[in-house]
């Protein structure tokens, strides 16, 4: 996770973080005690949005589910 934050602190971009998920307790207490991690997510209401925003470049990867990342390999 701390590497996460600081990819998207280096590029200057947010992650996509569908809103409401929940991915794990660990994340979410994450979540709520972190400013850091907060401050690169990107909170979306619906999760059709992330590949779109994903190829043009608006973030630099998303939470797909409680797994997986998804980001574009620059």
Do not use: C, H, T, W
């Not at 979410?28 to 991690?37: G, H």
């Amino acid at each position: 996770m701390d590497d996460l934050v600081k990819l998207a602190q280096q590029r200057q971009q947010k992650v996509g973080y569908l809103s409401g998920a929940s991915y794990s307790e660990y994340f979410d207490d994450r979540l709520k005690n972190e400013e850091a991690l907060n401050a690169i997510l990107y909170f979306l209401p619906r999760s059709e949005q992330y590949r779109k925003m994903l190829k043009l470049g608006r973030i630099v990867g998303y939470f797909y589910d409680d797994y997986e990342f998804e980001m574009l390999r620059s």
